[in-house]
């Protein structure tokens, strides 16, 4: 993964991006909004309500609730692995990955990532729904924060900030499963200034597939790594569903 430095005109340009939506993130999100502007949002970022919940816009009141919407339903494919959210696949890694330019091991921020050893990356464009759910039934070894930026970590942009996915805040969720261990990283984005934990996800506790363990706010990018060198039924650049087997 070897990424070149950009044109300095190009990277003002899309730091100026960056503070356009930074702006809009912050302020134009959570404020109340009529019905007819919530529409407009919702057409021109392309968020379809079909399958929320709540499926009328005069039901949400902000841009943030309706990036926060919950899915009717969701459908689980019978597989022990299967998709934790609805996104686009971003990156899909073995071993070999390892010997790349980037180094997971310093976005993880901890010792022992050289036992993982197959993993996706999953991007949440503002259209996707931003809640999480566990991807496999787990035991809950350890969670931990890590502090950092809120900058955007779509692919785009990881070629001109290719360090987002080091310094982001991030949520690191360490499971046990039935067939060896996984990683949930959870990264921040920018315009997300909440990595909100659903009750269940707790030291020590016990999830179930398709329970509900997380939600972003605005758009955001997740990491899912195991130590078992898995064969990923997904490839890059494929939209997943909520549910969807991985392998």
Not at 40 to 51: A, E, F, P, Q
Not at 106 to 121: A, I, M, Q, T, V
Not at 153 to 175: K, P, T
């Amino acid at each position: 993964m070897k990424l070149s430095s950009p044109n300095p005109t190009i990277r003002f340009l899309y730091l100026v991006a960056c503070f356009i939506t930074w702006f809009f993130s912050n302020l134009v999100a959570r404020a109340k909004m009529p019905k007819w502007a919530l529409k407009i949002l919702c057409k021109v970022l392309r968020i379809d309500l079909s399958g929320a919940e709540k499926k009328d816009v005069s039901d949400y009141s902000t841009f943030l609730e309706i990036f926060l919407r919950t899915p009717e339903a969701i459908s689980l494919d019978p597989s022990p692995l299967v998709a934790p959210c609805q996104g686009l696949v971003e990156c899909v890694f073995n071993t070999n990955f390892f010997q790349a330019e980037i180094s997971l091991k310093g976005f993880l921020n901890l010792p022992d990532f050289e036992s993982f050893k197959s993993g996706l990356g999953i991007y949440l464009s503002p259209s996707d729904f931003h809640v999480v759910y566990s991807p496999l039934d787990s035991r809950v070894k350890e969670i931990l924060r890590v502090n950092g930026k809120l900058t955007t970590v779509n692919r785009r942009s990881i070629l001109f900030e290719a360090q987002n996915w080091f310094l982001n805040e991030r949520l690191i969720v360490d499971l046990v499963g039935n067939s060896g261990n996984f990683r949930l990283i959870f990264v921040g984005a920018l315009g997300v200034s909440g990595l909100k934990v659903e009750e269940a996800l707790m030291t020590g506790g016990s999830i179930q597939q398709g329970q509900r363990i997380f939600s972003f706010e605005l758009g955001s990018f997740i990491w899912l790594v195991s130590d078992l060198d898995l064969n990923f039924c997904v490839k890059l650049g494929q939209k997943l569903r909520i549910g969807q087997a991985l392998i």
